[in-house]
């Protein structure tokens, strides 16, 4: 959390397609170098990865950082010696775009070998093999076993031919992917199970703590980022270690302080595979409204979702006094705040869609300033839905 005391252009984030960062690079490189040279409760990377290893990265779904992360393990793995034929980095479907991949060589069906692809920049004789991660496929994917219910465990083919297995995950406030491996990297069926939230909670952990012990993938790179997808910290090294020294250093850099006379907010939607949906904008708002007693709030996304009808009735409460018992408690929270003050919103949907919901509409940064100026004390906070 931040306080602003600058021009508001200079600091609200610029958003791009792939989400990356491109100056944390050398401090990326940094912190994984002494990560992966001091693991926790696990060998060093030179003690662990040998030459003629077949080494399979796996990118988490949302992965901040994703391609200056990739190129930092990847000058790690060279400097072992460990060749590019012998490198696969395995990804979710929605981490495509932010590779810029490109189809190298065909599924083949008769070999049951899947298509791989490479990025568009990679030039190179032997360039980095990439697949992506199909999960309607069941050539795609490998039995491990089955889970207290009896239902089959399955995770990429790919990953059950492996010698090693580089997990990058990042641990977030509010993701809904905790596990790297599962069920990202299973079937649509285990996937549709967990979103529906079919099983229990534990459950559903129980279940992918059976996917990570029958790969045998017991090591983790764990990724610490502070609000707006900025790494703070990496750690690595067995996979229960670090998961628990990484939410504990996480916890600190997400606390929500609420200084004394905030007078008006601006609150980010940034991290997330959710950032451009309005879940994520009202859990900003309604997190933003502990912060300010009764002043404006600005939200500033990239959302480009039209709202559906329950969003649409929680935003007319304004015009007809009175919030529906209908709607959820977050929409209902959302819809006394829309009644109490002036809710503005910088998004991809045009002024007409912004302002029949009754919200202001902003243009630009310039836009955005005009309406702080008047205030004395005002207040950004990053990545407001993921503190709610």
């Excluded at 696990?42 to 992360?69: H, M, N």
């Excluded at 996480?250 to 609150?267: R, S, Y």
């Excluded at 904008?281 to 309604?286: E, G, L």
Aim: hydrophobic letters at 40%.
């Amino acid at each position: 959390m931040s306080i602003i005391t600058q021009e508001l252009f200079d600091f609200l984030p610029a958003f791009s397609d792939d989400g990356e960062n491109s100056g944390q690079r050398d401090k990326i490189e940094s912190l994984l170098k002494k990560a992966l040279a001091e693991p926790v409760n696990y060998p060093s990377l030179s003690e662990s990865i040998f030459p003629g290893d077949r080494v399979t990265i796996l990118v988490q779904a949302g992965l901040p950082a994703a391609g200056e992360t990739l190129d930092s393990l990847l000058s790690m793995l060279e400097l072992s010696r460990i060749e590019t034929a012998d490198i696969l980095v395995v990804v979710p479907q929605s981490m495509a775009k932010v590779f810029n991949l490109v189809e190298n060589t065909p599924a083949d069906p008769e070999t049951r070998m899947p298509a791989t692809y490479r990025r568009m920049s990679d030039t190179k004789a032997t360039p980095l093999c990439f697949e992506i991660h199909v999960t309607d496929d069941e050539q795609a994917v490998s039995y491990l076993a089955a889970n207290v219910q009896g239902n089959p465990v399955y995770v990429n083919r790919s990953l059950c031919d492996s010698d090693v297995i580089l997990p990058l995950s990042c641990l977030t406030p509010g993701r809904k992917q905790t596990d790297c491996l599962y069920p990202e990297f299973s079937t649509d069926e285990t996937r549709s199970r967990y979103r529906k939230k079919d099983d229990s909670l534990s459950e559903r952990v129980a279940e992918a703590e059976l996917a990570n012990d029958s790969l045998g993938l017991f090591f983790s790179i764990e990724l610490i980022c502070s609000p707006g997808d900025v790494i703070e910290d990496i750690v690595c090294g067995s996979r229960t270690h670090a998961r628990q020294i990484a939410a504990e250093r996480l916890k600190p850099l997400w606390a929500m302080e609420q200084p004394d006379g905030c007078d008006v907010v601006v609150t980010t939607v940034e991290s997330d595979a959710d950032s451009t949906a309005w879940s994520s904008v009202i859990r900003a708002v309604n997190s933003a409204s502990q912060a300010v007693a009764d002043g404006p709030i600005i939200v500033w996304t990239e959302l480009s979702e039209k709202p559906n009808a329950k969003v649409k009735a929680a935003c007319s409460a304004q015009f007809e006094g009175s919030v529906p018992d209908s709607l959820s408690k977050k929409l209902q929270h959302f819809a006394s705040i829309l009644c109490e003050r002036p809710v503005y919103l910088k998004s991809g949907l045009s002024q007409n869609v912004v302002e029949s919901l009754g919200l202001g509409y902003i243009e630009s940064a310039e836009s955005a300033q005009r309406i702080i100026r008047p205030f004395s004390k005002p207040l950004l906070i990053r990545d407001g839905h993921l503190r709610a």
